[in-house]
């Protein structure tokens, strides 16, 4: 049987980097695991600048796992979203990678970057 666990007791929580305090806050943790991510999976796509340029307008979203606790903050998973225009997309897709808003027609939530200090891939 598994533990339970208390809320107080998790360290870790979800924040989205909505504004510049919070991305500059966060940005020195994710860098390492997004760099990773990129090195290994991405063909030139983007790099951390572009990442970091497009959080700033708006244009991705960065959602880092952080533990305030510590003098400088933890993050033990970031991960990057992106909302992408298709004007030929027309049907729904149950693939885990896409994200369909209702509200939006031919918007997708893309996953573009994702990694953790213990995930092995």
């Not at 533990?3 to 989205?16: F, G, I, N, R, W």
């Not at 760099?35 to 063909?43: A, L, R, W």
């Not at 729904?92 to 573009?112: A, G, H, M, N, P």
């Amino acid at each position: 049987m598994l533990a339970e666990v208390k809320k107080e007791e998790l360290k870790y929580e979800p924040q989205l980097l909505s504004t510049k305090e919070l991305i500059d806050r966060y940005w020195g943790q994710c860098v390492p695991l997004l760099q990773k991510c990129i090195d290994k999976q991405m063909d030139g796509e983007l790099d951390i600048e572009d990442i970091y340029s497009k959080a700033l307008k708006g244009e991705m979203f960065i959602i880092a796992v952080k533990n305030d606790s510590t003098e400088i903050p933890d993050v033990k998973l970031a991960l990057v979203l992106e909302l992408v225009y298709y004007p030929k997309y027309t049907h729904e897709c149950s693939c885990i990678r896409w994200q369909r808003f209702k509200k939006y027609d031919k918007y997708v939530l893309e996953t573009c970057l994702w990694l953790g200090k213990d995930m092995r891939y």
